[in-house]
């Protein structure tokens, strides 16, 4: 198989249209961003100023035609216009060059460089740009999506909130500005489970009364903190102790701090690319564009279509040797005396185990009591009620603000256990909480244990009295992203789920059809 050598590549996913041409290491890079005059990105202005700069930044890197031997681009995700344009710049110079042709996932490319660029292995990583949030992590062959904003990227959201107050464009920067002057005010959290929201966030800070320093200090305090939050969620899960943080709002030091805390906590590493490697830029597109080139993967000029809606986890990632993820200890017996998750210390007896939640120091105080105290009270009231409705749950005997003293399940870890008689348990069960009302916000495998007679639902953290569909959807979605993140066979482990979730609850069908739509939202633009 060839070795490509001089790779261009053009990335113009959104606002800015960038190229480099990547060797074995980055030989140029030129970018152009798109400023609107007012408003937001309009994706048709973008795309004409891409056109109009592409010569000058392609002629800028490109500066012997003839050392280059392939040709990569921004294939999506992003906005249509503009990644058309770049396609179409593309195609042209791959058939003028009579070279290769590959298109490269932006949200890929985001991650291949930042792993080039700190020299980490296996991280889980937190991607926050424009409009991306998302947490992954490599599994047999592919970039799975660990968990995802459910409405709006928190770059967009910051901008929207900027505008709202009539900051400039973008909003990031004098957000992180004024925040540093800026004091604790309470405003929405919503983490549910792996994922999280942030319009409810975005609609309280913009009607804020309170001064504008305070307002943006406590926007980046809660919508940073959810989102490391469910990096350590994902960490825990997947038994990785490697956080990469990539994409534009990377950028912000207050995030930097907040993830490197969370992983000093952990005893984990954390890395984050140089600024040139953070925003969208064409080393990126290169870079994986050479890996994916080297590891035989190109696109014929016919079937190069642009992709708007192209998800990291939809990329086969041939350039990688498969690696397996750690798993936590398989059986919970009397040998094993405390266990760490994301949230709470677990310090387990031969018939008992106190579960404590801990501080995170990432999180401002207030911010932190408020969610420990709520965490715990709300935990211990729907063990209750979800065991009065017949879900199996561990029984409860004592209470505090921080800690519940619960009876020990001997037993191992759904996650651990996969199989189709077992996920179809898990529906059964799981059809018992939503028809008693309840969603449980955190439905991963490792919050189910079997046992020797069934299956046992723990950690209520996250759990709600709701008859929502759209509330049990999103119940349903964090699971199957979970079997999608860490099994190779999430298919027929989601049917076996959905069947057993019809056999306990007449409402499973109305759920499983909102599930997908969920699934299907466009969650970048």
Known sequence: MPIFRQVLGIEGTAWNLSAAVFDTDLISLTSRPYNPQHGGIHPREAAQHHA???????????????????????????????????????????????????????????????????????????????????????????????????????????????????????????????????????????????????????????????????????????????????????????????????????????????????????????????????????????????????SGQSLPVESSHINPSFRSDQVEVTWKVSEKSATRPNNLNKKITTARGAEAIIEFSDKSALKRRISKRYRVPSLDNRLIIERTRAEARLIALARYSGVPTPIMSDITNDTIVMERIHGSLLTNNMSVKNLKEAGRVVGKLHNSGIMH??????????????LVLIDFGLAQVTAEIEQRGVDIHVLFQTLESTTVDSAELKNAFCEGYRETFAGANDVIAREKEIELRGRYL
């Open 52 to 294: 109009s700069v592409m010569n000058e930044v392609i002629m800028s890197v490109l500066k012997d035609p003839k050392a280059i031997t392939g040709i990569a681009f921004s294939q999506g995700p992003g906005l249509g216009p503009c990644l058309r344009t770049v396609a179409t710049a593309a195609r042209s110079l791959a058939l003028a060059l009579n070279v290769p042709l590959v298109g490269v996932n932006h949200c890929v490319a985001h991650v291949e460089i930042g792993k080039f660029a700190t020299s980490c292995s296996d991280p889980i990583v937190l991607y926050v740009s424009g409009a991306n949030t998302q947490v992954i992590g490599y599994l047999n062959g592919r970039y799975r999506i660990f968990g995802e904003t459910l409405d709006i990227g928190i770059g967009n959201m910051l901008d929207k909130f900027a505008r709202s107050k009539v900051l400039p464009h973008p909003g990031g920067p004098i957000i992180e500005q004024l925040a540093v002057k800026g004091g604790y005010i309470e405003l929405p959290y919503t983490v549910k489970g792996m994922d999280l929201a942030f319009s409810g966030l975005m609609s309280a800070a913009k009607d804020s009364k309170a001064p504008i320093e305070d307002v943006c200090h406590s926007l980046q305090e809660t919508a940073f903190a959810m989102c490391v939050e469910v990096t350590e969620r994902a960490m825990s899960l997947a038994g990785k102790d490697e956080v990469l943080l990539v994409g534009g709002v990377g950028a912000n030091k207050r995030l930097q701090e907040m993830l490197k805390t969370m992983c000093e906590e952990r005893d984990a590493q954390f890395f984050v690319p140089e600024s040139r490697y953070l925003g969208d830029n064409g080393a990126m597109i290169a870079y994986t564009g050479k890996l994916m080139l080297d």
């Open 441 to 454: 916000g955190d439905l991963t495998t490792s919050n189910m244990i079997m046992d020797n007679r069934r």
